[in-house]
């Protein structure tokens, strides 16, 4: 197996707590309504901030304008890591106590100063696991006219548990200076002093419950397809760090005829590399999802493990230019070849698609590839796998009609905590 590194592409979030702001159209206004304000629920230790981050992923990548604010970040400038330790979370301490309520009211003033002057949605990013201060929350958003969603995180599984505390122990800002096997101890009893006071969201306020990370999913809001769909990402979002590996189809005849669309047949090229591509995947335990296009089903014919059909994969719908070249295009809709050529991503074919269609649609397979806990190859099209990449790491939206996604060509996808890696590996 050879690797190359591909073109850069700007990874725009990472870390715990960094902040992202997402693009803008004038449709979104229509699409979001009110604005949103998801509030995380639950214990320390529970990966809250990581499902924050892939949910703003998400929005972002679909043009909302989304942004986490994280109390702990709030608590770390304002007071330091001396409040990092265990006794400044102990409930019974009333100074601390009232510290800390200042330090999270701060941060939702900010947030909702943000919201209202720029935002679409945002994540506030705390344990919030009182109802009075889930009661504070719900009575500010009233008051700025702000829908709100409570996300409780649920997780009493020993060993997911373990491992997070060690991942926490091991990258947090809060223990960055601290001996592990001390701030394991210390964070440990910063747990039990939010489990003594812990409450969980009850029937009266609206919420999504997510237990074991795709476990089990409980829903209770009114009719909302926004939240429909946040509660169908976020219930299917795992730990496991799985790699992603997306390809397009072998060479078809469309292809050396340069012919858009259409369901064309593989070469005797592409069947070798329908070939090649099994062999290189020899042994490694992976689903493959495929497109209903003819081409993408050949370039898995032979594969002996599970495959599965999305529809959602299939190539962006060209309309009325299904079938022809570019240069066709150029000729007889030339209006059409225009509009491609001032703005990619927005222009729609007639009777077709545009990128910005084709991302609503494929965000139905990224949801299925996150649910996923072993290996995943998508064998797929050219602006499909741009969109999917698009998603994994994170690309302005203008761009992402001009990612370079060629044939014979597989870019695997690898995760480390909440943030995408990608290379380009020759079959």
Excluded at 129 to 145: I, M, P, Q, W
Excluded at 322 to 339: N, V
């Amino acid at each position: 197996m050879k690797g190359k590194t591909l073109p850069a592409i700007p990874a725009i979030y990472g870390g715990e707590i960094q902040l992202i702001i997402a693009l803008r159209t004038d449709k979104m206004e229509i699409m979001i309504g009110r604005k949103l304000v998801v509030i995380m629920v639950g214990l320390p230790a529970r990966r809250k901030t990581f499902l924050s981050l892939r949910l703003q992923r998400y929005l972002e990548w679909q043009g909302f304008r989304a942004r986490i604010f994280n109390v702990g970040a709030y608590r770390r400038e304002a007071l330091g890591l001396g409040s990092s330790r265990s006794g400044f979370f102990n409930p019974r301490v009333k100074t601390f106590a009232k510290e800390r309520e200042a330090i999270a009211k701060r941060c939702f003033g900010d947030l909702a100063g943000w919201l209202r002057e720029n935002g679409d949605i945002v994540i506030y990013d705390a344990t919030n696991v009182t109802s009075a201060r889930r009661g504070y929350l719900k009575d500010e958003c009233v008051k700025n006219g702000f829908d709100h969603i409570f996300v409780e995180n649920i997780c009493d599984d020993p060993e997911v548990l373990g491992n997070i505390v060690d991942s926490k122990i091991n990258t947090s800002a809060d223990y960055r200076e601290e001996d592990p096997v001390i701030a394991r101890e210390d964070f440990r009893r910063r747990i039990e002093h939010y489990r003594s006071v812990y409450e969980t969201v009850d029937e009266g306020s609206p919420y999504i419950k997510i237990f074991n990370f795709g476990e089990k999913l409980e829903k209770n809001f009114g009719p909302s397809s926004l939240l429909e769909e946040i509660a169908e990402f976020l219930g299917n979002i795992n730990l496991t760090e799985k790699n992603i590996f997306i390809t397009r189809h072998g060479e078809t005849l469309f292809n050396i005829e340069d012919r858009i669309g259409g369901d064309s047949a593989l070469t005797a090229k592409g069947v070798d590399y329908a070939r090649r591509l099994n062999d290189f995947f020899k042994g490694t335990d992976l689903v493959v999802f495929t497109s209903g296009k003819r081409r993408t089903i050949e370039t898995a014919l032979y594969f002996d493990c599970e495959k599965a059909v999305l529809p959602e994969l299939n190539e962006i719908d060209s309309g009325v230019c299904d079938g022809m070249t570019y240069a066709e295009i150029a000729s007889k809709h030339p209006e059409i070849d225009r509009g491609r050529s001032a703005d990619k991503f927005d222009f729609r074919y007639p009777r077709g698609e545009s990128y910005r269609d084709l991302v609503q649609r494929v965000k139905k397979a990224v949801v299925k590839i996150e649910s996923r806990r072993k290996d995943v190859l998508v064998i797929a099209h050219r602006a499909v796998n741009r969109c999917l990449l698009s998603y994994f790491i994170p690309t302005p939206l203008k761009d992402i009609p001009y990612i370079d996604m060629p044939l014979d060509r597989v870019i695997r996808i690898y995760r480390k905590k909440a943030l995408y890696g990608h290379e380009s590996l020759e079959v």
